[in-house]
């Protein structure tokens, strides 16, 4: 019992250490200030800002609350080990080691200190090379990130998709609303890979396919990123999906170009033109910001387009469910043996160690 006590006795050290490091009082005034915007007459005139402030204030309270129930919870555990009753020992470990992954998760949050990381995020998925396959692929990793996101009680919603020609998805688009979405989902920026035996091909041979997701952040108020009208060509064209009783009729689609950069987006899943090119402003905005923030041409002309194929050589991680089950991701060795629990959005440990990788 002993050793327990002095386990627990350093995790409240370690917690005690990392909370000084935050700025609590400053999520606290944070907390006012969205309180007080919450409570003016025309707050919810604007619906979608006034969802985005809401769930600001919700996430932080959240925050907020994590770290003082891992205190409160420590200091119970503490006193009841100190009883020393062996009867309990059992249980009192479990309890440290549900404690040592809530510090774990909040221990990942001191590192999402880019400018843009507590932000949502806009997340594409692309088929690559593969038919068939790859847009299937496709399809199940999209299953994937909504299982993941359903975890983290964040919310998505698909703003641009485009269906595969017999199955699955040549791409598509979500808006991810959470706090620190984007400084999580960033580590899934890149190529994945996936070797399986092919639902698709009758002799059931293994086959190789790939899809690239791109992630950037979704630019929140307070954030300023300067579109001049004379950088921007806007196209218009017919949607091709769902959108409402005017799609497919009406030139409802908008494609924008950030001329400087070359930099485009597109949404065509809205009801009205007017609504679509608002959203594409609104990804256009995220991807300004990372490519602005972006220091390697190469990931410059990654977010162009021009440099990360969806193929063999890319990939960030592999995914292999024949003739052996494992998932490994490439950047940083991490590997697991059970595909099936990341596929079905187990995912905190590939982003947990990839994001220590980065300031190590």
């Known amino acids: 019992m002993k050793e327990l006590i002095l386990k627990i006795k350093a995790l409240q050290a370690r917690a005690a250490d990392l909370k000084s490091k935050l700025d609590l009082a400053g999520w606290q005034k944070q907390i006012i200030d969205l309180e007080a915007e919450m409570a003016t007459k025309d707050f919810w005139l604007d619906n979608d ?28 555990l503490l006193e ?111 190529v994945h890979r996936l070797v ?29 990123i300067e579109l001049k009208d004379e950088d921007l060509k806007i196209d218009t064209f017919r949607a091709s999906g769902h959108g409402g009783q005017s799609v497919n009729t009406t030139d409802s689609a908008v494609r924008i170009t950030h001329l400087p950069t070359k930099l ?26 990372r490519f602005n923030e972006a220091k390697q041409e190469e ?13 063999w050589g890319n990939q960030i991680r592999s995914y292999v469910l024949h003739p052996y089950k494992m998932v490994k991701d490439h950047r940083t060795d991490y590997e697991v043996k059970e595909p099936s629990k990341v596929l079905d959005g187990d995912l905190d440990q590939f982003i947990e160690v990839y994001l220590k990788s980065q300031i190590e």
Not at 51 to 76: G, T
Not at 196 to 222: C, N, W, Y
Not at 299 to 311: N, S, V, W, Y
């Open 80 to 190: 009841l080990a100190e009883m020393e009753d062996e009867s309990l020992m059992a249980d009192l470990e479990k309890q440290l080691s549900d404690l040592e992954i809530v510090y774990g998760n909040l221990e990942i949050k001191t590192m999402l200190a880019g400018k843009y990381d507590n932000q949502g995020a806009v997340m594409s998925i692309y088929a690559g090379a593969g038919g068939d396959d790859a847009q299937d692929w496709a399809a199940m990793i999209l299953r994937m990130y909504l299982r993941y996101i359903e975890k983290k009680n964040w919310k998505a919603v698909i703003i641009e998709e485009s269906k595969g020609s017999e199955a699955g998805l040549k791409s598509v688009t979500l808006e991810i609303s959470g706090y620190y979405a984007y400084g999580y989902l960033k580590a899934e920026s890149g």
């Open 299 to 311: 990931e410059k002309q990654r977010l162009r387009g021009e440099f990360t194929e969806a193929a």
């Open 196 to 224: 399986r035996l092919s639902p698709f091909d009758a002799d059931q041979a293994r086959h190789t396919s790939f899809a690239m997701v791109e992630v950037i952040p979704v630019i929140g108020k307070g954030v300023e």
């Open 49 to 76: 800002q006034a969802r985005q402030v809401s769930q600001k204030a919700a996430d932080l309270k959240s925050e907020l609350s994590y770290w003082s129930d891992l205190e409160d919870n420590l200091q119970s």
């Open 264 to 289: 485009t987006a597109t949404c065509q899943n809205e009801r009205s033109q007017l609504q679509n090119k608002e959203t594409a402003l609104k990804i256009l905005k995220g991807k300004l910001a």
